[in-house]
């Protein structure tokens, strides 16, 4: 029996399968939602994938069976050799190799039966236990604590770039250029634009001492980008410009608009994104038990798992997700990689010893 077991046909045709199902799972979408491998798919090939495991593949019974064949064949293997070999002469090397195998099989099969993989979204102040999973049959990852998140910042290379487009409808021409908050810009020797400031999220509302209307920034996200600049045409006038709302430029603490031969559009350019961040608390029964600031590439481990700052959304600076995981097999996966170099190793010297012997 444990010979049939052993047989290196045997473990070429079921390492030649692993490759054809490994490649397939690598071309054929991954846990993603059933309306959306519709459109990629036609009605029947979709049935056929599915109901072959093919859209989860690496979690599929029929493939953690060939990895459990695949280690049933590599344990005889390991078997035979010290059947057949006596102590002092069996080829460690070999039989390190064979381990190694079997050690990174042991840790596929065990990520494919117990890992869970999801992705938590929060909004700032918000806390949460249940992940939803990224499998596609749709369960829900049930934390032991809950996660909260504290604050988002999202860094910038820079603030952004500003262009504003002047049209002399009257005179017939046209000009753009980048300008910065704090410097003057003449166009034609006709226009001139002092640009005063930069708001990146203006609000306005009425100030109950004055009277008056007062313009404010939200917050330093670039939800509604405004610069306010001096016109010196005739007469001189102070307004406000809007990238998302061109509409409303012009409007100035109640002031009628410029002279209506002139045309002013402000264009707003985001900083390129350096590094968005999230400050998150782990609870349990209101009690603080971990704090960490996690970000891309920086993940934060707690309880067996990892979160990985996964997204944001740049329309609500509130808003961070994580990639939460937990693969109780990559452990054995690494010591594996860790055995295998080391089995080969002492094969190769080995040989070299006795040749030279």
């Given at each position: 029996?444990?010979?049939?077991?052993?047989?290196?046909?045997?473990?070429?045709?079921?390492?030649?399968?692993?490759?054809v199902?490994?490649?397939?799972?690598?071309?054929?979408?991954?846990?993603?939602p059933?309306?959306?491998?519709?459109?990629?798919?036609?009605?029947?090939?979709?049935?056929?994938?599915?109901?072959?495991?093919?859209?989860?593949?690496?979690?599929?019974?029929?493939?953690?069976?060939?990895?459990?064949?695949?280690?049933?064949?590599?344990?005889?293997?390991?078997?035979?050799?010290?059947?057949?070999?006596?102590?002092?002469?069996?080829?460690?090397?070999?039989?390190?190799?064979?381990?190694?195998?079997?050690?990174?099989?042991?840790?596929?099969?065990?990520?494919?039966?117990?890992?869970?993989?999801?992705?938590?979204?929060?909004?700032?102040?918000?806390?949460?236990?249940?992940?939803p999973s990224?499998a596609?049959?749709?369960?829900?990852?049930?934390l032991?604590?809950?996660?909260?998140?504290?604050?988002?910042?999202?860094?910038?290379?820079?603030?952004?770039?500003?262009?504003?487009?002047?049209?002399?409808?009257?005179?017939?021409?046209?000009?753009?250029?980048?300008?910065?908050?704090?410097?003057?810009?003449?166009?034609?020797?006709?226009?001139?634009?002092?640009?005063?400031?930069?708001?990146?999220?203006?609000?306005?509302?009425?100030?109950?001492?004055?009277?008056?209307?007062?313009?404010?920034?939200?917050?330093?996200?670039?939800?509604?980008?405004?610069?306010?600049?001096?016109?010196?045409?005739?007469?001189?006038?102070?307004?406000?410009?809007?990238?998302?709302?061109?509409?409303?430029?012009?409007?100035?603490?109640?002031?009628?608009?410029?002279?209506?031969?002139?045309?002013?559009?402000?264009?707003?350019?985001?900083?390129?994104?350096?590094?968005?961040?999230?400050?998150?608390?782990?609870?349990?029964?209101?009690?603080?038990?971990?704090?960490?600031?996690?970000?891309?590439?920086?993940?934060?481990?707690?309880?067996?798992?990892?979160?990985?700052?996964?997204?944001?959304?740049?329309?609500?600076?509130?808003?961070?997700?994580?990639?939460?995981?937990?693969?109780?097999?990559?452990?054995l996966?690494?010591?594996?990689?860790?055995?295998?170099?080391?089995?080969?190793?002492?094969?190769?010297?080995?040989?070299?010893?006795?040749?030279?012997?």
């Amino acid at each position: 029996m444990i010979k049939k077991f052993a047989s290196l046909q045997l473990f070429f045709v079921l390492s030649l399968i692993l490759i054809v199902s490994m490649i397939s799972g690598t071309l054929v979408p991954q846990n993603l939602p059933g309306e959306k491998v519709q459109q990629i798919f036609s009605p029947s090939a979709y049935k056929i994938l599915s109901n072959l495991g093919f859209f989860n593949l690496f979690h599929s019974a029929w493939f953690i069976g060939l990895l459990v064949l695949l280690g049933l064949n590599t344990s005889a293997c390991i078997l035979m050799r010290i059947q057949e070999k006596k102590y002092k002469s069996l080829p460690w090397g070999a039989l390190i190799s064979h381990t190694a195998i079997l050690v990174i099989l042991a840790g596929g099969v065990t990520s494919a039966l117990l890992a869970e993989k999801g992705v938590l979204e929060l909004k700032v102040k918000e806390a949460n236990c249940c992940v939803p999973s990224s499998a596609s049959n749709g369960n829900t990852i049930h934390l032991p604590f809950q996660v909260r998140l504290e604050n988002f910042n999202i860094d910038y290379y820079n603030s952004g770039q500003h262009f504003i487009q002047v049209k002399n409808l009257k005179e017939g021409w046209s000009e753009i250029v980048e300008v910065e908050p704090g410097k003057d810009y003449n166009f034609k020797k006709t226009v001139k634009l002092n640009v005063l400031r930069y708001e990146p999220d203006l609000r306005v509302e009425k100030d109950p001492a004055s009277g008056g209307w007062k313009a404010y920034s939200a917050s330093s996200f670039p939800n509604n980008p405004a610069l306010q600049v001096e016109v010196t045409a005739s007469p001189t006038k102070r307004v406000w410009l809007f990238a998302k709302f061109p509409e409303l430029s012009h409007l100035s603490n109640g002031a009628n608009s410029v002279e209506k031969h002139l045309d002013l559009l402000y264009q707003y350019v985001p900083g390129r994104i350096k590094q968005f961040k999230s400050k998150i608390e782990i609870l349990k029964e209101s009690q603080i038990l971990a704090v960490s600031e996690t970000s891309v590439n920086h993940p934060f481990k707690y309880g067996g798992y990892t979160f990985y700052q996964s997204g944001y959304n740049p329309e609500d600076p509130s808003y961070s997700s994580f990639q939460v995981v937990k693969d109780p097999g990559v452990l054995l996966v690494y010591t594996g990689f860790f055995l295998l170099p080391l089995g080969l190793t002492i094969s190769y010297y080995g040989k070299g010893v006795k040749r030279s012997a």
